[in-house]
T-cell receptor, first 114, second 117 residues
Framework: DVKVTQSSRYLVKRTGEKVFLECVQD?????MFWYRQDPGLGLRLIYF???????EKGDIPEGYSVSREKKERFSLILESASTNQTSMYLC?????????????FGEGSRLTVL | AQKVTQAQTEISVVEKEDVTLDCVYE???????LFWYKQPPSGELVFLIR??????QNEISGRYSWNFQKSTSSFNFTITASQVVDSAVYFC??????????????FGTGTRLKVLA
């Protein structure tokens, strides 16, 4: 069964803490994405990566960074968490093909910053 | 800029009613893909359908059907004879081509569907 796995379903952190959200996919996908989901705002793209060590900013990259050292793993880093980063974070992956493939999503990581 | 609009924030229907979820998009690409995803209460988004911009044929899959009209830039989703298990948030999404084989996916804000028994 193909899968995108996010390391933590629920996290509670304090303002100023460094936060790591890990995502692993077992489908050998080239493309990986981090979204955040907030009520009324839908899914907004934070960062994405189309290859190992490659990263591209999405629509809301401020306050975040990412790391892709291995093809199957894409990490989202909050260097200094703030309360406005309380959200649901969704990792997704897709195959790099001429015909756009669908995204496969993880279960999400709900982060609360106090 | 690419954009997806789902104007319906929340819809409530009674079981067995038909319901249509609207999706309007904007894109400058000539080749693009449209998607629908379902997010049940458990949280994980589930892929429902993909449509490319050159294929305007309507599609039916069981109780689900999709109506793609390039002339109005719409890709609407209809559930026939709705069931309680259809209760979820539904997202429409649009692909934006970048370098070869790489795409961004732009999502709408979602429509929450509540099906009442």
């Amino acid at each position: 069964d193909v899968k995108v796995t996010q390391s933590s379903r629920y996290l509670v952190k304090r303002t100023g803490e460094k936060v790591f959200l890990e995502c692993v996919q077992d489908m050998d996908h080239e493309n990986m994405f981090w979204y955040r989901q907030d009520p009324g705002l839908g899914l907004r793209l934070i960062y994405f990566s189309y290859d190992v060590k490659m990263k591209e900013k999405g629509d809301i990259p401020e306050g975040y960074s990412v790391s892709r050292e291995k093809k199957e793993r894409f990490s989202l880093i909050l260097e200094s968490a703030s309360t406005n980063q309380t959200s649901m974070y969704l990792c997704a992956s897709s195959k790099a093909t001429v015909n756009t493939g669908e995204l496969f999503f993880g279960e999400g990581s709900r982060l609360t910053v106090l | 800029a690419q954009k997806v609009t789902q104007a319906q924030t929340e819809i409530s229907v009674v079981e067995k009613e038909d319901v249509t979820l609207d999706c309007v998009y904007e894109t400058r690409d000539t080749t693009y893909y449209l998607f629908w995803y379902k997010q049940p209460p458990s949280g994980e988004l589930v892929f429902l359908i993909r449509r490319n911009s050159f294929d305007e044929q309507n599609e039916i899959s069981g109780r689900y059907s999709w109506n793609f009209q390039k002339s109005t830039s719409s890709f609407n989703f209809t559930i026939t004879a709705s069931q309680v298990v259809d209760s979820a948030v539904y997202f429409c999404a649009l692909s934006e081509g970048l370098i070869a084989g790489t795409y961004k996916y732009i999502f709408g804000t979602g429509t929450r569907l509540k099906v009442l028994a």
